[in-house]
């Protein structure tokens, strides 16, 4: 393949009258994201630290990677999957699939998804699967896992051979349910797709389950690990849990906590907090964008980073907010600035547009 020229698309507009937010709450935010400070060095360390990344956009989760790390690849995010076994993927937190730390699934799983089981099961049956069909096309989603790594096109032919509807959204929520009953995560990248595989089988035999109490705090510590400064209702919000569950984690670690004002807490161990990070392209889903229960510190004005879909844009930060989109074409990053952005800005984006085909270098590079 061609070694493609990025480019940065600029755009002249007058500048808005922008409320800036707080600068020290925003530098400890992206300091605890890793997108300030001393970037990971590996996978794993990234989504140990920040916990669970939405994955639901594979290239999203990958590009999270990316910009909180150095001099890693797609190969080694790939890699961590299929051969590390050090991270999966899974529906926990909210519903959604998440990138986590192998070691992590085992207490985040109970602790995030028996809350989903009753939503999946009305849209099964509004994507016409009946509960007896569903209780089937678990058992033949455990079945063909048993042999070994499963895509979705290969359990949708086993699917359709035992009479469960897999049409429009039905197989994925086949597929989510067997994942909700702990059954399979998403483990291994075959021919480019990402594998099913049966949970002992990939991760081996369970350690010992946490009580409740100490699953909230767990999930309390990394989460402000990753996201803190932050109040209970940011973890709700970013678990899917119950305000007064959150609350109770929050609660389990006083002794661990400093009080950063305006009903905030963070670790009391936290690093000194580092400078605001150079300008950064930051992927579709982006955990800056989902961790808390505002994302207006970053987004400001420019609401179109979200659609009225759901859909997260790619985004480019640059002292703290975002001031872009940016897409990737034909091997070519474009950005596309919402306001008039510096000489010495641009040459940045510039050198991310370069890093970020240097990441994907051997991917799909078009979309």
Known sequence: MSDPTPTVVSVTSQRPDVQHPVPD???RRLAAQLLAGQPARS???????LLAVQAQDLRGARLSIRCRSTGLTVEDVDRALTHDRSAVITWVNRGTLHLVAAEDYWWLHPLT????VTANARRLEQEGVSPAQADAGVDVVRGAVASGP???AQLRVQLDAAGVPTARQALVHVLMATTLRGHVVRGPMIAGEHAFVGV?????EPPDPLDRAEALALLARRYLAGHGPADARDLAKWAGITLGDARRGIAGLTAELADVGDGLVDLADREPVADLPGPRLLGPFDPLLLGWVSREQIVGTYHQIVTSNGLFRPFALVDGRAVATWGLA???VSVRPFEPLS???TRALDQEATDVLRFLRGADVDG
């Open 113 to 116: 998804t028996p809350q989903l």
């Open 330 to 332: 034909a091997g070519v």
């Open 43 to 49: 996978t794993a360390d990234v989504v140990r630290h």
């Open 25 to 27: 709450l925003i530098a």
């Open 200 to 204: 002992r089988d990939w991760l081996g």
């Open 343 to 345: 000489r010495t800005v």
């Open 150 to 152: 499963q895509t979705r």
